[in-house]
Every structure is written in structure tokens, then in C-alpha cells.
């Protein structure tokens, strides 16, 4: 790939399909809003589980412009944490716990790596559970894909400073073992009494009978990237939701089949349905604030104009 030095302060969105994405409409309107004075967004894509190389290069590449001023990482995360892991003069604590790059930015003239996940998909989680969701119906989490999505939404929601408010159970499916063994090692890691199931599946069966088996009211999250970075759901049409389930994309663009599947039942298994909006609000809110080191809050007004600013320039 070839780079070009930018000309005014640019934050990368390195991902698989960056020019479909709503930011490239809403960040030039949020940039307004912010006063980031000539501030720009690029997309750089790679293909799934790239070249290590790849990665390398994009990361030397801003670290090295001086108006590109950082990124926010999707789909990559992990890989390119483990590729360029080296680069970086300082890995923040989340990241070196989840072993994942999902911001990079730059402070005194030093090129960090940060994990923002567990902060964006915890604001995101609490913002729809509402107060002591787990502790109220016993409910557990199921989450299928492994990657850093994952692991910081187990993070956030198994630790034992939650008190009573963690899942009965948390079950975690991926196709590959290697991402399971990975992210088993992250938990261990973890103060937490939650227990942890590791499932193996390798086709869309396997998730179906993960799910026949879960508590009324439980958390069911697709965090596989299918119905965005590829066609199709973790799940076969043929899934049963429990009743009272909560059906969470973290995708919000896209075929979203995990979605359809969820809307079918909506009614007959009184789900509540949520896609990942307010997940890509608090994800990118939470890079920009610190690739352009300005404040943006989480909650209020302010943040309500933002959600609204984004709604708007996506339709345009």
C-alpha cells in the first residue's frame, strides 16, 4: 500500500470496509462541531487476518507523519497489536490485558496503543441494561466471536467489583480454538467468579445449541463481524431465542441476518432487540477524544447533539 503524508490532521479508520461506514459522513459534521479545525478521516482496509507486515507498515507510517495524528482499529485489533506490539512507546493497561489495538493516537511525542473497547462497550451495555440488569433476573451471557469485542465486553461484565451485577453464566464461541485459548488466558487474569464456558463452533449448529440451553432474559451478542465484514449470522434460521432475550448486534450497518433472525421471533419470544449505534457513538467519541486530545462527554445533552449530528449527516 502506498501512503501519502497528509496535509491536514487526519485520523485513520483502518477496517475492512471503511468507505461504507457512516463515519465518513458524520466525522467531517462532528469535526465541526468540536472545533477540530481541518480535521480529516481516511480509511485504510485490509483483508481479514492481513499480513503482519501490512499492519506494520500503516502503524510506522503514522508514526512517522506528523499531521497524522492517530486511528481508530476494527476488525484488526488483534492482530495488529501482536504484528506491531513494538512500535508502540507506551500500551495502555487495557491493552496489555486484552492483548488488542483499537486506538492509536499520539502524546508528547510518543506513539501509544490503546484498548478503548472496554470503556465504549461498557458505556454502551450499561446505557441499555440499565441498573443491576444480571442481578435482577439471573440472566447469563452468550457471546459468539472471540476477538476484542469479546473480550471487553466479558471484562466489563464479569469483574468482581460489580457485586452482584454479573452474568449466572457467560458462554463464548468462536470458530477457531486459538482465539478461545486466547481469550481463556485473558480471563484467567480477571477477578471473577463467573463461570466460563469455551465452545468450539465451528458451524452455526453449534451456536443454536449453545443457545436452546440459556436462562430466560439472557444477553445474546453477535460479535463475529457476520452481517458487516461478511455475509450471513453465527446463527441458523432454525435458532430458538430464550424468551425475554436480549438480541445485541454490535454491527449496525450491513445485511445484519443476526438481526432478522431476532425480529422474526420479537413477538412470540418477547425479545428486546438492539443493533450497534450507540456502540459506534461511545467507540468513536472515545478515539477522537483522544487522537485530538479534546473533551467529549459520555452522557447529557451534549452528547444527545452528537448522537443527533450523527443521525443526520449518515442520512444525508
Request: hydrophobic letters at 45%; proline letters at 5%.
Amino acid at each position: 500500500m502506498t501512503y501519502t503524508p497528509a496535509t491536514r490532521p487526519t485520523l485513520y479508520f483502518i477496517g475492512v470496509t471503511t468507505a461504507k461506514s457512516s463515519i465518513m459522513k458524520v466525522f467531517p459534521a462532528w469535526a465541526a462541531f468540536l472545533g477540530l479545525e481541518n480535521a480529516v478521516i481516511k480509511g485504510i482496509d485490509f483483508p481479514l487476518h492481513a499480513d503482519p507486515a501490512a499492519y506494520r507498515e500503516a502503524v510506522e507510517f503514522i508514526r512517522d507523519d506528523p499531521l497524522s495524528l492517530g486511528a481508530l482499529v476494527t476488525t484488526h485489533k488483534i492482530d495488529l497489536f501482536h504484528a506491531a506490539r513494538d512500535l508502540f512507546d507506551v500500551i495502555d493497561p487495557h491493552a496489555r490485558l486484552m492483548g488488542e489495538t483499537s486506538c492509536i493516537s499520539k502524546q508528547h511525542g510518543k506513539l501509544v496503543c490503546h484498548a478503548k473497547d472496554p470503556i465504549s462497550s461498557g458505556l454502551a451495555i450499561d446505557g441499555f441494561l440499565g441498573p443491576d440488569y444480571f442481578a435482577k433476573t439471573g440472566a447469563e451471557l452468550f457471546s459468539m466471536g472471540a476477538g476484542g469485542s469479546t473480550i471487553a465486553i466479558t471484562w466489563h461484565l464479569m469483574r468482581q467489583s460489580r457485586g452482584a451485577d454479573v452474568p449466572a453464566r457467560i458462554v463464548v464461541t468462536n470458530r477457531s480454538q486459538h482465539r478461545l485459548d486466547e481469550i481463556r488466558k485473558i480471563h484467567q487474569d480477571v477477578a471473577s467468579h463467573v463461570p466460563v464456558n469455551y465452545v468450539l463452533a465451528e458451524e452455526p449448529s453449534a451456536n443454536d445449541a449453545v443457545l436452546a440451553g440459556l436462562k430466560p432474559g439472557s444477553l445474546v451478542i453477535n460479535a463475529t463481524g457476520l452481517g458487516k465484514d461478511a455475509p450471513g449470522s453465527p446463527l441458523t434460521d432454525a435458532a430458538i431465542f430464550p424468551r425475554e432475550a436480549i438480541a445485541w448486534d454490535l454491527n449496525y450497518r450491513g445485511d445484519l441476518v443476526f438481526l432478522s433472525q431476532a425480529r422474526r421471533q420479537e413477538t412470540e419470544r418477547a425479545l428486546r432487540i438492539e443493533d450497534g449505534w450507540t456502540y459506534f457513538l461511545h467507540g468513536w467519541t472515545q478515539v477522537i477524544a483522544e487522537v485530538f486530545h479534546v473533551e467529549i462527554p459520555t452522557s447529557g445533552s451534549r452528547f444527545g447533539r452528537i448522537s443527533e449530528i450523527a443521525i443526520e449527516a449518515a442520512k444525508a
